[in-house]
């Protein structure tokens, strides 16, 4: 049972995947950090999108981060199976 200061929080939870998306102001080790704090929590796939530099950073439980250059598509791997993500769009 939660106690009456933990009911007035947002509940312990961590989502399976979380998309982030740098925008031109934002600086990338802040998010880098959140997306840490994401792993620590038991995310299980993350996309730390930078647009800027045409970089993926992709988290994954228990694996070191993967950077991909200039990818064309990310998949939604066995956390999103079939989705694939177009990024077309976001590097034009």
Known sequence: MNTPEQQETFPPLCPDF???LRSKSDNMEPLRQ????????QLR???????????VEI???????????SPKTL???????????DLE???N
Not at 45 to 55: A, Q, V
Not at 59 to 69: I, T
Not at 75 to 85: A, K, N, R, T
């Open 34 to 41: 959140k997306m840490q704090e994401y792993i620590d929590n």
């Open 18 to 20: 979380v998309l982030e």
């Open 89 to 91: 769009f976001v590097w």
């Open 45 to 55: 796939l993350g996309w730390l999108i930078d647009p800027n530099h045409k970089k």
């Open 75 to 85: 998949s939604g791997e066995d956390v999103l199976p079939g989705f694939v993500l």
């Open 59 to 69: 988290y994954r439980l228990n694996q070191p981060v993967e950077v991909l250059k």
